[in-house]
């Protein structure tokens, strides 16, 4: 069974600028949650969506906003790019979005911001 | 709100000792803990997890944790480490049912495993 997928696996933008990233959950997972890890702030969790929805918010700024699709794929958008918005941003799948579930975690998409 | 501590940013020992790594975490509600390990430019891979039961849980590559409730730990333990567990390590928690499937990560302990 192919992993959690995530693309693009880099990415430069501009300050600004704004950005997308994708993510395709394990084939029968319907959960999907983000993630953001800097060397700073460690692993902070973005948000969770189910069925189409959210579920779950961190505390981010309102820059950061997501969604997920009928066929439970994810994107994630970021608007007007901040220096600080560099980090690696991971995806995750599970097959509900119980706390007991293993979540399985994508590569990573290598944001930079110039 | 839920938080977790590990104990050691960094810990570096030699092939074949053992190794422990410690996690202390903090809740108003009981959790489910998790250990996981991310090799450099990769994603985070389970090595175990606790969800109730046995307080001594084995996970993929030898490695074991015991949950400690009066003491709120929950440390990662093998016996005998090789060059190939060299990574870093994430301590995790998710508030049981109550908050999805939301994970509440440690800083992370880096593990060295030197010839």
């Known amino acids: 069974k192919a992993g959690v997928t995530q693309t693009p696996r880099y990415l430069i933008k501009t300050r600004g600028q704004q950005v997308t990233l994708s993510c395709s959950p394990i084939s029968g997972h319907r959960s999907v949650s983000w993630y953001q890890q800097t060397p700073g702030q460690g692993l902070q969790f973005l948000f969770e969506?189910?069925?189409?929805?959210?579920?779950n918010k961190g505390n981010f700024p309102g820059r950061f906003s997501g969604r997920q699709f009928s066929n439970s794929r994810s994107e994630m958008n970021v608007s007007t790019l901040e220096l600080g918005d560099s980090a690696l941003y991971l995806c995750a799948s599970s097959l509900s979005p119980s706390g007991a579930d293993t979540q399985y975690f994508g590569p990573g998409t290598r944001l930079t911001v110039l | 709100a839920q938080s977790v501590t590990q104990l050691d940013s960094q810990v570096p020992v030699f092939e074949e000792a053992p190794v422990e790594l410690r996690c202390n975490y903090s809740?108003?509600?009981?959790?489910?803990l998790f250990w996981y390990v991310q090799y450099p430019n990769q994603g985070l891979q389970l090595l175990l997890k606790?969800?109730?039961?046995?307080?001594l849980v084995k996970g993929i590559n030898g490695f074991e944790a015991e949950f400690n409730k009066s003491q709120t730990s929950f440390h990662l333990r093998k016996p005998s480490v090789h060059i190939s567990d060299t990574a870093e390590y994430f301590c995790a928690v998710s508030a049981g049912e109550t908050s999805g499937s939301r994970l509440t990560f440690g800083e992370g302990t880096q593990l060295t495993v030197n010839p």
């Open positions: 809740s108003s509600v009981s959790v489910y």
């Open positions: 969506y189910f069925s189409e929805t959210q579920r």
């Open positions: 606790y969800l109730s039961g046995s307080t």
